[in-house]
Structure formats: structure tokens, C-alpha cells
Antibody, heavy 117, light 107 residues
Framework: QVRLEQSGPELKKPGASLRVSCKAS????????INWIRQAPGQGLEWLGW????????YYAQNFQDRVTMTSDKFTNTAYMELRSLTSDDTAVYYC??????????WGQGTLVTVSS | SYELTQPPSVSVSPGQTARITCFGD??????VSWFQQKSGQAPVLLIY???ERSSGIPERFSGSTSGTTVTLTISGVQAEDEADYYC??????????FGSGTKVIVL
């Protein structure tokens, strides 16, 4: 069965960088992209962008394109999301989700990121 | 920026029907999907491409569309359906956009 396993919770200081991993299993990793979505406490869902599982192509949301990088390793079936210059507004649960072009079908369990001095 | 508008909450008695709407200017030309998110859990895909039910989702969940408004209908609501529901589509560049979410309250 399709499974996306994310890395554990993170505590970061303002100005630091974050890297979240998302290990896929149960399907051909290179055949699908990965979306990254976050959810601030008590808030809705916010899309950060998409990364290809095949050739490294990316597409970032306009709000994040200057400080986010999405990569993938098709040999370890793992996608990564790096977010730089963190502020307290980046405190959120970050999700990876398999891309189906118009929607995301399978989601990871989420990674809680807390940004605090 | 492109927005999808949902009602903040919908209250419904067990066994009744809940309808959650999602409005967006471009929805007549873009697919919508629906997600259910229970407290402390990751979202779960319910409906994709406006009305296709995801694998394993009960038949009481259905999607429909009329112009720029799409609707998620939960027929015969059960206590376990109490959750937040989000619609999702894409803007003209293909970027995913989520609605603000609707809390379904089972009375």
C-alpha cells in the first residue's frame, strides 16, 4: 500500500533553515510528484509547491519561491523540502502528499515544526 | 490571488444530510477535490475531479458541481463525520488552492 513517512518534529530558531524528508513506499516513486502543504495552528491548508519524483522539476507557490527548495532522491524514494529564513509564522505542521496533477491522494503523517527563540 | 470560499461551519443532526459548498470564479473550468481532516490527523482525500469518490470512501459522501459552485454532500451523517472539510482546486498557473475549511458539527 502507498505510504509516505515523514521525518520527526523540529524546533528551530528564527533565521534558521528547515529540512523535512518524506520517504515513499508502495508505488513507483519516479512516476509521481510530491506536493508540500502546511497547516499553521488552528488554520487551514496552505500549498508550498511541488517537486517531481522523476527529473528534479519544481513549481513553487509565489509566497515561498524565494526561500523554499524541493528535491527528491529516486534511489532512496525520498522527497525533501527545505525552507530558509524561518520566522514564527512558519510554525506549522508540514505535510507531503503524492501528486495526481489536479489533486493529492496520499498524505504523510505530518511534521510539526516550531520556530521559537 | 485566487480564493475558494467555504462556509465556516455546518451543523447537522445524525442521519440528516449535510451540504458543504465551495465557490470559486474558475471552478466551472477546474476540477475540485475534497478532503476530510479529523482533529490531530492528516487530511484524507474524499472526492476528486468534482465527483469521483476516492478508494474506500463510503457512498454517503458525494460531490456535485454547478457552474462556479461545487458541493460536498454527506448523506445520513454519522457522529464520526464530525471533522473539518476542505475543498481544493488549482489556479490558472496550476498552483493548488485550498478553501478556508468548513467545520461539520454533528448535533
Amino acid at each position: 500500500q502507498v505510504r509516505l513517512e515523514q521525518s520527526g518534529p523540529e524546533l528551530k530558531k528564527p533565521g534558521a533553515s528547515l529540512r523535512v524528508s518524506c520517504k515513499a513506499s508502495g508505488y513507483t516513486f519516479s512516476a509521481y510528484g510530491i506536493n508540500w502543504i502546511r497547516q499553521a495552528p488552528g488554520q487551514g491548508l496552505e500549498w508550498l509547491g511541488w517537486g517531481s519524483g522523476y527529473n528534479g522539476s519544481t513549481y513553487y507557490a509565489q509566497n515561498f519561491q524565494d526561500r523554499v527548495t524541493m528535491t527528491s532522491d529516486k534511489f532512496t524514494n525520498t522527497a525533501y523540502m527545505e525552507l530558509r529564513s524561518l520566522t514564527s509564522d512558519d510554525t506549522a505542521v508540514y505535510y507531503c502528499a503524492r501528486d495526481r496533477r489536479d489533486y493529492a491522494d496520499y498524505w504523510g503523517q505530518g511534521t510539526l515544526v516550531t520556530v521559537s527563540s | 490571488s485566487y480564493e475558494l470560499t467555504q462556509p465556516p461551519s455546518v451543523s447537522v443532526s445524525p442521519g440528516q444530510t449535510a451540504r458543504i459548498t465551495c465557490f470559486g470564479d474558475a471552478l466551472a473550468n477546474q476540477y475540485v477535490s475534497w478532503f476530510q481532516q479529523k482533529s490531530g490527523q492528516a487530511p484524507v482525500l474524499l472526492i476528486y475531479e468534482d465527483k469521483e469518490r476516492s478508494s474506500g470512501i463510503p457512498e454517503r459522501f458525494s460531490g456535485s458541481t454547478s457552474g462556479t459552485t461545487v458541493t460536498l454532500t454527506i448523506s445520513g451523517v454519522q457522529a464520526e463525520d464530525e471533522a473539518d472539510y476542505y475543498c481544493q482546486s488549482a489556479d490558472s498557473t496550476g498552483a493548488f488552492v485550498f478553501g478556508s475549511g468548513t467545520k461539520v458539527i454533528v448535533l
